[in-house]
Nanobody, 123 residues
Framework: QVQVVESGGGSVQAGGSLRLSCTAS????????MGWFRQAPGKEREGVSC????????AYADSVEGRFTISRDNAKNTLYLQMNSLKPEDTAMYYC????????????????WGQGTQVTVSS
């Protein structure tokens, strides 16, 4: 059974940093592209960042480019999202997802999803 579990969310002040982690089990981690998505109350889920199987290709939403960094450790079956210079508009539930196609910020490219971790940024 595949399980995807996010951790590392919390409450921070604007300008602060958080590091999200996502562990996946029940699958061969390096067969999967991975992505981070977020959903704020009343808004649609949006792609934040994605990374290729080997980690050599990464993509970011314009809203987080230069502030967030995605990485993965295939030996530990773990995906990370380093979030710096956080803004109140980054407040959302953050989700990790695994997919078998090409890396993408499009949510329908992903098959397995975690339950999410809440990030709240106060001004």
């Amino acid at each position: 059974q595949v399980q995807v579990v996010e951790s590392g969310g919390g409450s921070v002040q604007a300008g602060g940093s958080l590091r999200l982690s996502c562990t996946a089990s029940g699958l061969t981690f390096d067969d999967y592209v991975m992505g981070w998505f977020r959903q704020a109350p009343g808004k649609e889920r949006e792609g934040v960042s994605c990374i290729s199987r080997g980690g050599g290709r990464r993509a970011y939403a314009d809203s987080v480019e230069g502030r967030f960094t995605i990485s993965r450790d295939n030996a530990k079956n773990t995906l990370y999202l380093q979030m710096n210079s956080l803004k109140p508009e980054d407040t959302a539930m953050y989700y990790c997802a695994a997919g078998l196609g090409a890396e993408s910020l499009y949510q329908y490219a992903y098959r397995y999803w975690g339950q999410g971790t809440q990030v709240t940024v106060s001004s």
